[in-house]
């Protein structure tokens, strides 16, 4: 019962901190996409082909989750986007906290994306609030097609499922046709958006969806 009661208490202080970051970011119309993924989906390799083909669009800024180094964030920063790293240093997640701690430095106002690229992990990330707009789950195909049914919470937070490394399908036992049944039990709106960021296969979708979102944004 104690555990509970401590565990309670912690998620009641991110969603605080989680609601004064949402006011935050509202205040100075950037939109904050939370990327969720297990450990070498692709993420980072999303980001960098998204700054290749929408730099000249959008101002982005990353902030980096990471146990260790600061490899993705260097990989960003040569990509031309603005990146912060954060390592916790063993921690499976990164929670509002960090990020409010993190954007102190940051000139808010002057983007319109912000992506936070969350700890390789389909656990811990999808319970913690970080204030974001939406959050973005990132699949890939050599991880298997039952993920939706393993990790149903991290798929219930989405807004968007990207299943990436399309181009190696044909050399795995991975089934869309499953992997899409199973994302549909778990949340039936779910959009699943087909890439491969090595080929630049299925990008279009991804940018499309991204800047529908960006303009939203910028209406409301």
Not at 85 to 109: K, P, R, V, Y
Not at 143 to 172: I, Q, R, W
Not at 206 to 219: G, Q
Request: aromatic residues 6%; contains cysteine; proline residues 2%.
């Amino acid at each position: 019962m104690k555990e509970l009661r401590i565990k309670k208490n912690v998620l009641s202080r991110n969603e605080d901190t989680a609601s004064g970051l949402r006011r935050v970011f509202a205040e100075n119309g950037v939109l904050v996409l939370n990327l969720l993924s297990s450990p070498g989906s692709g993420k980072t390799t999303l980001l960098e082909r998204t700054a290749e083909t929408l730099g000249g669009k959008m101002k982005f800024a990353v902030i980096e989750g990471d146990l260790q180094t600061d490899r993705d964030a260097e990989r960003i920063r040569q990509a031309g986007v603005d990146a912060v790293q954060i390592n916790t240093h063993g921690g499976c997640h990164l929670d509002a906290a960090m990020i409010a701690q993190t954007i102190e430095d940051m000139d808010l106002a002057g983007l319109d994306v912000l992506f936070i690229e969350n700890v390789g992990n389909l656990v811990c990330p999808a319970v913690f609030d970080l204030g974001e707009d939406l959050a973005v789950l990132l699949a890939s195909v050599t991880e298997g097609d039952d993920k939706p049914g393993k990790y149903p919470t991290a798929f219930l937070k989405a807004d968007v499922v990207v299943v990436n490394k399309m181009d190696l399908a044909a050399y795995t036992n991975f089934s869309l046709e499953r992997f899409a049944e199973d994302t549909r039990r778990v949340k039936e709106s779910l959009e699943l958006i087909q890439v491969s960021c090595t080929q630049c296969t299925g990008l279009d979708r991804w940018f499309a969806w991204l800047e529908d979102k960006v303009a939203a944004k910028r209406s409301a």
